[in-house]
């Protein structure tokens, strides 16, 4: 599958909701490939593992020597050493195997979302959290009236976030914020984006995110928050240089 976060970003579009849900990630392997640069140094091949919840070793049966060793040294030099691996030993007769992927996927789920509640609870409130300043902010209240968008940065606690806010008047293109913000790799990510086919919330932690439409929002908020700070620049300069590029 080419750009698989382009399409996972698609198929968890409102459109698709109510067609089916997207319960887990399973990305199959074959570890001979490890051994072969033209698909350990693929930018795809490293995002087809990159998102996968677990990754599962196939045609286990055609190896020949240390493949599995190599595919999991692989996986730990992409920083995947988290990640589920499972082997599947017997094709066509394994396939109890995607039974206990799903288990699997769901439990480091629940744990990845768990270590984030826990993280973000010691967050302190950012400065503009939805609907709770507009009557004791107007310095950024003025400011969003006279150019259309404000900007806040804040640090504290070991965290860095940035923040914005778009006048309801700016309408963004749904499918351009979709692709940028599912490209964003930072450790929380939310907003609330007035689209012109309608309004929608994002939620995103790790690599998953979540679209949810809205009945209604007085204007579009971004908010990124990542204990690097080098990362969360450098996803400001790409929603800079994409997303806000008219925006700046």
């Known amino acids: 599958m080419g750009h698989p976060k382009e399409v996972l970003a698609t198929l968890q579009q409102p459109y698709y909701q109510d067609m089916f849900a997207m ?17 350990r140094e693929n930018a795809i091949y490293q995002e087809q593992l990159s998102i996968a919840d677990v990754i599962i070793a196939t045609k286990t049966d ?17 920083g995947l050493t988290n990640t589920p691996l499972l082997v599947l030993k017997e094709p066509l007769k ?15 789920r629940s744990e990845k979302e768990h270590e984030q509640a826990k993280i973000f609870s010691q967050y302190p409130q950012h400065e503009l959290p939805h609907g709770s ?15 259309g968008a404000v900007m806040i940065e804040n640090a504290a606690q070991g965290f860095y976030s940035q923040g914005w806010v778009f006048s309801g008047s700016k309408i963004f ?18 907003a609330v984006m007035i689209t ?11 690599n998953a995110i979540t679209c949810t439409e809205l009945d209604e929002c007085s204007d579009s908020r971004l ?20 997303l806000f590029a008219q925006e700046a």
């Open 223 to 242: 908010e990124i928050i990542d204990t690097q700070q080098d990362r969360v620049t450098t996803a400001v300069r790409k929603l800079q240089n994409t």
């Open 173 to 190: 293109n749904f499918k351009k914020v979709m692709n940028v913000l599912s490209g964003i790799e930072t450790d929380r990510l939310k």
């Open 196 to 206: 012109e086919k309608g309004i929608f919330g994002f939620n995103k932690v790790d």
């Open 23 to 39: 319960q887990a990630t399973l990305t199959l392997v074959d570890a001979r490939t490890v051994a072969q640069s033209r698909y």
């Open 62 to 78: 055609l190896y020949k020597g240390d493949e599995q060793t190599q595919l999991k040294a692989y996986l730990e030099a992409q």
């Open 94 to 108: 394994d396939l109890a195997i995607f039974g206990s992927a799903q288990r699997c996927a769901e439990r480091q």
């Open 133 to 147: 300043t507009h009557d004791t902010s107007p310095d950024w209240q003025r400011t969003l009236e006279e150019k």
